[in-house]
């Protein structure tokens, strides 16, 4: 996936252009299709003891669960409907997202990248290809390195041209 | 008839509401909680300072030095607020899974 170009709509918004190959959609749909992986119950608020933020701890796994539900909802339209974002022109794939597009999908991919890793021990990086011994290994790291693969991607298009 | 002395009305402390004041939390007065985010080894450089330039509205150079901070000394001083604040922050930063929390100024 590479980033092409930024427009701005009638409205002012940006909205992004990226090509993609074949392989590259089969394998962000698919990585997608994982959403979510990270618990939202091991949320903590606090490495402290202090009793009044101790209390907020509910609200927080509350409000990560209700993100995951809105989110969930927003890939799964992806997923189930690829040609609302993606489109076949001159033989190549053009995904457009606009700015609100491209922050849920990085953190939908963030979820995956994050969730994989914890699934995998939480190694250092340089150590996580041995943390892999069998087959869900396996799927949690390679899950892992395509979620960061698509986030660099939209995270150079967000360098390149802000929303 | 005399001419009448103007003289400044005498303004009464309101002890009403200074007795209130009293009364309310401190917490809810004073940025007595800080908002700190730690390393992790998963989570992109680039993509820390993008969720520092949303979250907070941060300029590009102040999100990259919380950032390098984060990398290079295992957590970074965010901000300083009142409860709710730190709370809302935590809860944005922790959506975009960053390992962040709130802590009691002591």
Redesign the interface.
Known sequence: MKWIDSKRDEQGATQYLFHLSRRDQELLLGVLKLFPV?DAAS??????S?T??RA?QP??VE??EE?QRSQAHKVARLVKNPASALREKNGALELTLDGEQM?WL??AL??I??GS?VRLG????EQARRAVRDEQAAIHYTA?ELS?YF??AI?QA??KSPP | MSETETVEPIVLPDKEAQEKEKSAPKDTREPGYLVICWNDPVNFMDYVAHVFRVVFGWPEAKARKHMLQVHEQGKSLLVRETFEKAEHYVHQLQAYHLHATMEKDE
């Open positions: 990270t949320h903590q608020l606090s490495k402290g202090s009044k933020i907020g609200l927080l409000a990560m993100q922050e990085l953190q963030n979820d990248r994050v890793w939480c190694p250092e990086m892992m960061g986030q660099a995270l967000f360098s």
